[in-house]
Each structure stands twice: as structure tokens, then as C-alpha cells.
């Protein structure tokens, strides 16, 4: 009789897990990294990230893109780092989020972006947009479906970034060779999607290592979505 009201309680709460875990799939980005808009291939977003390992820093990158040939053809970073003195320090404002360190650099990045890449930064509907997780559903490509990931080979210190196709098969978007000195973690956090819906930008994590307190870097490479597959 108890095993009967445990296998109940159980179905009962069954409903409730699935959900659960269907909208902890479908949750957007956890990293602070926002798209900045889009002009044809060109694409610009920036990233934010912080520690309290030693001493207080954070840093804010901006880059721009070009998502065809993977060329960063700008980028701009601030850095800024307090002391852990406590009471009385003199050290520098620490920004400790997204919002006051784009905050801080806003006009000067905006300007810049808006007279040499992208005219209508501002008034697009990408701008301060964050990023979406892997899988993506494309309805108006015969309801394919796309995955990315990173595949590590240490004994020739390099890494492919794949994409695969539910209809189309696979195909591998990106080929680099890493440093073997290089303490670093590479993670695919999800997608860009273009305003055309033919091409995005994987966005990945580069997590650095070595003991000291490093911020993390974040790079895009781009995709086309409607090519280039093989089975």
C-alpha cells in the first residue's frame, strides 16, 4: 500500500517535472552578451563579465564582425579593477553589471559603430538583444532543426565548430589551432539569428585558465544556414 501512494504521488508530479525542465531548456542567455545590431554580414554585440577573485575587476568587450569571413573588423574593451583595501580605498569605480558598465561607454561605442558599420544601431530590433540557446527550429526552412558544438582534439591543439542539420547533415564552420600553452575552455553558448533567417553567429565561450583570475572571451563565428551541409 505505501509503494502504491509513493508510485501515485510520483505521477502526480510528473507533469510538473517535464515542464520544469522543458522551460529550463527553452530559458535564453545566462552570460552577459547582447547583440548591437546587424548591416548585411556585418554583426556587433558586446559582452560583459566580472570577478571578485583577488581584487574586484570587470571588463566590457565590443566587437564587430563580419560573420562571412569571420574577420573582426573592430573591437573595443574596458577594463576596470579595484583594490581590496575595503573602507577609504581610492580605487576606481567597479562596475558590477551589464547595464552600468554599458552604461559607462554607451556614446562612445554607439558613435563609433553607427558612422563606420551599422547606420540604424539604435532603431533596430537586435539591438540589446541576448542570445538564444541551441536547438534552433527554422520553420521556413522545411522545419529543419540546427545544433552547434566544439570539438577539442588536444593532441593536435585544435578545435572544429560543427553545425548539424536535421535534414541536411553536417558541416563544419570553423577550424583553429590553439597555443599548447593555452590553459583554455571552450563552450558553444547558443545563437544569433539574422534579420534574413539564412545565417547566425555562434557564440562561443573562452574560459582561460592558469591560476589567476581571468575574465572569459566571447567570439562569433558565422553559419549559413541554407548550404554547405553534407551527410
Not at 573602507?87 to 562612445?108: C, K, L, Q, R
Not at 564552420?173 to 555562434?202: C, H, Q
Request: aromatic residues 14%; charged residues 25%.
Amino acid at each position: 500500500m505505501k509503494h502504491r501512494y509513493v508510485i501515485c504521488f510520483f505521477l502526480f508530479l510528473l507533469p510538473f517535472l517535464i515542464c520544469k525542465q522543458k522551460s529550463a531548456t527553452n530559458n535564453k542567455s545566462t552570460e552577459d552578451v547582447h547583440s548591437l545590431g546587424w548591416s548585411g554580414s556585418v554583426f556587433a554585440f558586446r559582452a560583459f563579465a566580472n570577478s571578485y577573485a583577488i581584487t574586484p575587476h570587470s571588463g566590457l568587450s565590443v566587437k564587430v564582425v563580419d560573420i562571412v569571413s569571420d574577420q573582426e573588423k573592430w573591437r573595443f574593451n574596458k577594463f576596470w579593477e579595484g583594490d581590496n583595501v575595503g573602507e577609504g580605498s581610492t580605487a576606481e569605480y567597479v562596475p558590477t553589471t551589464d547595464e552600468s558598465a554599458w552604461e559607462i561607454v554607451t556614446e562612445e561605442v554607439i558613435s563609433h559603430i553607427k558612422k563606420s558599420y551599422i547606420k540604424n544601431l539604435e532603431s533596430s530590433p537586435h539591438f540589446n538583444q541576448s542570445y538564444d540557446n541551441f536547438p534552433l527550429y527554422m520553420d521556413n526552412l522545411d522545419g529543419d532543426t540546427f545544433t552547434a558544438d566544439l570539438i577539442l582534439n588536444k593532441k593536435e591543439n585544435t578545435y572544429k565548430i560543427i553545425v548539424v542539420s536535421k535534414n541536411k547533415g553536417i558541416k563544419v564552420v570553423s577550424e583553429k589551432k590553439i597555443e599548447p600553452s593555452t590553459f583554455s575552455e571552450f563552450n558553444v553558448l547558443g545563437y544569433f539569428l539574422n534579420p534574413k533567417r539564412d545565417r547566425i553567429a555562434i557564440l562561443i565561450k573562452e574560459s582561460l585558465g592558469g591560476g589567476e583570475p581571468y575574465l572569459p572571451d566571447y567570439f562569433v563565428v558565422g553559419c549559413l544556414l541554407t548550404s554547405g551541409f553534407k551527410k
